[in-house]
């Protein structure tokens, strides 16, 4: 192997990982320019915006705002006076009115939301042509669904087991994730929501494990601008009801730490999506994609949850403010803030040191 090819070879395992940490930074970027946006509208303060953490590999003055993109490409902040204590400054985060301080805490997770909104729907354009409803169009030759009091051809599936069916998507997860082949299910037939308490299906075993044969095939979907545009947003909503279903099971004990990836193992696992654009083509681009959306979803849905340090708790703190007519202790918030960033950090070590260890 001549130095060239050496070089070639450590080159194509290198970008990929390249364009992975710049997607990150990216996702990154998104979240903390709504923050600051919202925050520059409302004429509030901002002290420093930086991508990254540590110590700075690029930075500027503009006006009162410190910019830098710093070395650790995992994070990123909107410093804004005030925000953590007392300031005297008019213009400080915490002199500013409860609703422009709700909205300044919320526009970093809307725009990750609206960015995953979009994703999808660049998802859904290149798949126009390949759209499914949630509407039955036939069964197969062996279906067992439509027997006895069953599915029928022009049934639109509505709920499966009591939740909602937003996406073709959704009804292959709900499917899959059950293990004895009988479910429950809603569907809208002659204009009338009908309950079908027990539907049957077939069970298929494979790796030791049983899962739900599916016996039916589903119309297309419109292609036109607004049969897309509603389609990605059925499929936004899915993605982030997956995530609060992950979250269950995380918290049910049904998924455990190995099944938790930090942002080693999410940037693995987003070169590994770029290469195969080089080998998939369009169908590699769309993998990509997909995950993007979902951790874009992830994080914007993960940052409104009343976790202590994270943007949810902090919405939570100024809402009982506002109740309340005045806000709550600065120190006691302070000490909330300050347990729940250790525990967070705790936990990221450790989900590091997982991601790290299974890369070898």
């Not at 949630?134 to 069953?150: E, K, L, M, P, Y």
């Not at 930090?262 to 693995?268: A, H, L």
Request: hydrophobic share 50%; net charge negative; charged share 15%.
């Amino acid at each position: 192997m001549t130095v060239i090819d050496t070089v070639l070879n450590i080159w194509n395992m290198v970008w990929p990982v390249l364009v992975a940490i710049l997607i990150f930074g990216l996702i990154i970027f998104i979240h903390e320019f709504g923050h600051f946006l919202f925050a520059k509208l409302f004429k509030v303060r901002v002290n420093q915006f930086a991508i990254g953490f540590g110590p700075a590999i690029f930075k500027f003055q503009k006006g009162e705002t410190l910019y830098a993109i710093r070395i650790l490409p995992f994070g990123g902040y909107c410093a804004m006076e005030g925000e953590d204590g007392q300031s005297e400054d008019p213009r400080a985060f915490g002199n500013a009115k409860v609703y422009k301080r709700i909205i300044i805490c919320a526009a970093g997770a809307v725009f990750n939301l609206i960015l995953g909104f979009l994703i999808m729907l660049t998802i859904v354009s290149i798949q126009s042509n390949n759209l499914a409803s949630t509407t039955i169009s036939r069964f197969d030759d062996h279906a067992v669904s439509n027997t006895g009091q069953g599915l029928q051809v022009g049934d639109r599936i509505l709920k499966i087991n009591n939740r909602h069916i937003f996406s073709s998507d959704d009804i292959s997860y709900m499917l899959a994730s059950d293990e004895d082949g009988v479910v429950s299910m809603q569907v809208k037939r002659d204009g009338e929501n009908i309950t079908l308490d027990a539907v049957q299906f077939d069970m298929q075993e494979q790796d030791g494990r049983s899962f739900i044969e599916l016996d039916f095939w589903v119309e297309p979907v419109d292609a036109g601008f607004f049969g897309i545009i509603g389609e990605s947003f059925n499929r936004t909503l899915s993605m982030g009801r997956l995530v609060w279903m992950s979250l269950g099971d995380l918290l049910t004990g049904k998924y455990g730490l190995n099944d938790i990836s930090g942002p080693v193992g999410v940037t693995s696992m987003m070169s590994s999506a770029v290469s195969s654009i080089a080998v998939n083509g369009v169908d590699g681009l769309i993998y990509l994609l997909r995950i993007l959306s979902l951790i874009i979803i992830n994080l914007g849905i993960f940052n409104l949850l009343p976790v202590p340090a994270l943007d949810g708790s902090r919405i939570l703190f100024l809402i009982i403010e506002w109740i309340r007519g005045k806000p709550i202790d600065p120190k006691k918030e302070g000490m909330v803030h300050a347990i729940g960033m250790a525990v967070l950090l705790v936990l990221m070590v450790v989900i590091l040191f997982k991601d790290v260890w299974a890369l070898f």
